[in-house]
């Protein structure tokens, strides 16, 4: 079963700083990996995926990194903005019974202060 | 916007009341999934419908009962729900089911049962 672990649960910068999310995963058998963020009450929004043959991604100032073989991705963040605080998310596809469910981390929360 | 809404976005009903929440997604998609997200733990996967059928149910109580009359539209009825059952439900549509595609969140419904 895949198991999907995200550090540190929680996070405060200040602005301009930049900073890393971290997020491991058990079963390196994955196709894919992706992050969203989540504001306060509210859904999930995509900010990206990277597939299994990727080792990077790359969307304005996020730039998201993936190692199979270690588990692990991360996902950089350039120049921190208070809008930028909210909830990070990262899943990864999970089979099982012939079909994939995607499996979540409990998420980083991000502040960031003006 | 995601082109995923969801109605209503807040709802409190006690533990005898039936209600239903609904969701509707714009893109076209094949695939949509209703998750459960509890306080500090990982969203958890509902139920997924693939054209129509219901592919996916993991463990959920009876007390939930879905309905997808279409591949737009897609419900959650309650009913004799517990105060555990609170939480924010998230559904979410991918083009295909369950598979390695991104999925496109809605907003979600915060329920509290009383």
């Known amino acids: 079963k895949q198991e999907v672990t995200q550090i540190p649960a929680a996070l405060s910068v200040p602005e301009g700083e930049n900073l890393v999310l971290n997020c491991s995963f058990t079963d390196s058998a994955i196709y894919n990996l992706q992050w969203f963020r989540q504001d306060p009450g509210k859904g999930l929004t995509s900010l990206l995926l990277i597939q299994s043959s990727q080792r990077e991604q790359t969307s304005g100032r996020l730039n998201a990194s993936l190692d199979k073989s270690s588990g692990r991705s991360t996902l950089y963040i350039a120049a921190s903005q208070p809008g930028d605080s909210a909830t990070y998310l990262c899943a990864v596809p999970y089979s099982g019974a012939g079909s994939y469910q995607l499996t979540f981390g409990k998420g980083t929360k991000l502040s960031v202060i003006p | 916007e995601t082109g995923v809404t969801q109605t209503p976005r807040h709802l409190v009903m006690g533990m005898t009341n039936k209600k239903s929440l609904k969701c509707e997604q714009h893109?076209?998609?094949?695939?949509m999934y209703w998750y459960k997200q509890s306080a500090k733990k990982p969203l958890e996967l509902m139920f997924v419908?693939?054209?129509?059928?219901?592919?996916e149910n993991n463990s959920v109580p009876s007390r939930f009962s879905p309905e997808c009359p279409n591949s737009s539209h897609l419900f959650l009825h309650l009913h004799t729900l517990q105060p555990e059952d609170s939480a924010l439900y998230l559904c979410?549509?991918?083009?295909?089911?369950?598979?390695?595609?991104?999925?496109?969140f809605g907003p979600g419904t915060r329920l509290t049962v009383l």
């Open positions: 419908y693939n054209f129509k059928e219901q592919t």
């Open positions: 979410a549509s991918s083009e295909a089911g369950p598979s390695t595609d991104t999925q496109y």
């Open positions: 893109l076209g998609h094949n695939a």
